[in-house]
């Protein structure tokens, strides 16, 4: 039956687009090289007609298919398993410009374009994409709209899903649903997009989408400022988003300690304030203007004023070019690199109510600290939209693969158990994936959990797409 099928799906990509042998490992693995998996065959088809017809002989076979854009994802979303009897469906040869509407404001364009290349061609357009994010080289817009993906500008822009107005599907049946439509209003009927976006593959594969342009901004200012405590970032928040509105495109939180390891891993980069003992947190924020870079200058000048004047902020540099700005930048996005070069460390990605974040940090800190001495809290991320990436280090000198062993769940139930005590979310953006399969199970209300099941039983009869990704069927 295996063999039969392979044959089916050659027939349909050609032969050279059905991988069996050879290594796979790039489609088999995971981002980060945690799990590896086995499949019957990867696919790539070069259409929307081949993506249906693949998941058509796949369904008709009762094959489980594995839809997979750029494989950056941190969940273990598009990770075949060990079984090898997966088929795991490629949309990189998917790359078309299928359309860019200027009056509109919209461009369409096929599922396996990478985000940079959609940004870049928004650029040359004269227009903004603002979706932004660390693996925009290599990650791809059905990825992301797949993980409902997030990044640095949400703030403003808001994640994949708000960028999103139309979407064109292939079912788990193999049919194709058309919902291209570039309109703003259309109140006819159940949003069937938004069941879609962020289903990370478990109720039918993205292959095309419609998203939202942006007129580019005239000028862009980034500030990097040294705060007294997680107290004093979120009131510099508040009058941030007082005095600068929707101008107020990037505010991002970094702890001493994470900001200590980019100075220690990557001494070529200059990290202000790395030395002021009286500021546990820095905070890096970017002004947005539609006038010119004096109007915004302005504007952020009197911003750092107030912020001094309520001593939410100790001290302040802001960028004096586009190159000064990309310097602060690359120090944040240096945060994780750093991370990994001091050794392993177990991840979270955890979103809390913005107003209540300090609370939830200082009551996580003491847990954690508690329950296992001696660990590194690596505390930084968008605290603009309430999203920390909370991770824990190993403490120094441990050895890093028995820590994990010994008190990576350990770890994750007090990181979750603190999250859900202030009603926040244990998966902001990165998804929920085979990975978080369990603590979904546990973590959302049975209610949800049934509504759930319901959507994916009646789009996905046969189980077949993502199986044992998001709910554990």
């Known amino acids: 039956m295996d063999q039969q099928l392979i044959a089916t799906l050659r027939g349909i990509v050609g032969d050279a687009h059905v991988l069996t042998d050879g290594d796979l490992s790039a489609y088999e693995q995971d981002w980060r090289k945690r799990v590896h998996g086995k499949s019957l065959a990867v696919v790539r088809p070069a259409s929307t007609q081949e993506v249906a017809a693949v998941v058509k002989a796949c369904a008709q076979a009762h094959t489980p298919i594995i839809a997979q854009g750029g494989n950056t994802g941190l969940s273990v979303g598009s990770t075949p398993d060990s079984s090898g009897q997966q088929v795991v469906l490629s949309l990189l040869r998917m790359q078309a410009l299928r359309q860019l509407d200027a009056d509109n404001l919209t461009v369409t364009v096929e599922a396996g374009m990478i985000l940079q290349t959609l940004q870049d061609t928004a650029d040359k357009a004269g227009f903004l994409f603002p979706l932004s994010l660390a693996a925009e080289g290599s990650c791809t817009i059905g990825g992301n709209l797949g993980t409902n993906a997030g990044g640095t500008q949400v703030l403003r822009y808001g994640n994949a899903r708000e960028l999103c107005l139309g979407l064109e599907v292939v079912t788990a049946q193999g049919d194709i649903w058309n919902g291209l439509t570039g309109l703003r209003k259309d109140n006819t009927g159940y949003d069937l997009r938004d069941l879609f976006i962020g289903s990370e593959g478990t109720l039918g ?21 040294a705060v007294p405590s997680m107290e004093a970032a979120v009131r510099l928040l508040g009058l941030a988003h007082q005095h600068l509105a929707a101008g107020l495109t990037g505010f991002e939180v970094m702890g001493k300690f994470a900001l200590s390891l980019v100075v220690k891993h990557m001494p070529q980069l200059r ?12 905070v890096l924020l970017e002004n947005s203007d539609s006038e010119s870079e004096s109007h915004a200058r302005a504007r952020f000048e009197h911003l750092l004023e107030l912020a001094f004047e309520d001593g939410c902020v100790l001290d302040a540099v802001v960028a004096e070019s586009m190159a000064q700005a990309h310097d602060l930048w690359h120090i944040r996005e240096s945060i994780p690199l750093a991370q990994a070069e001091e050794g392993l460390n177990i991840k979270h ?62 770890v994750n139930t007090l990181v979750y158990d603190a999250v859900a005590k202030f009603d926040g979310s244990f998966s ?8 978080k399969a369990d603590k979904l199970e546990h973590y959302k209300s049975p209610v949800a959990l049934g509504m759930m099941r319901a959507i994916k039983q009646a789009l996905d009869p046969q189980a077949i797409m993502n199986p044992g990704c998001v709910l554990k069927v």
């Open 428 to 435: 902001a953006e990165h998804g929920v994936g085979a990975l």
């Open 271 to 282: 990290v202000p304030f790395a030395d002021m003992a009286e500021a546990p947190y820095c």
């Open 205 to 225: 594969i993205i292959t095309a989408a419609t998203m939202k342009l942006f007129p580019q901004p005239a000028a862009q200012l980034t500030a990097f400022a």
């Open 349 to 410: 990605d955890i979103s809390v109510q913005a107003s209540r974040i300090p609370a939830f940090v200082e009551y996580a800190d003491a847990v954690l600290l508690r329950e296992i001495p001696g660990v590194r809290l690596v505390n930084f991320g968008h605290l603009g939209d309430g999203n920390l990436h909370y991770n824990v280090q190993v403490p120094e000198g441990q050895d890093g693969k028995q820590f994990l062993n010994e008190k990576e769940n350990l």
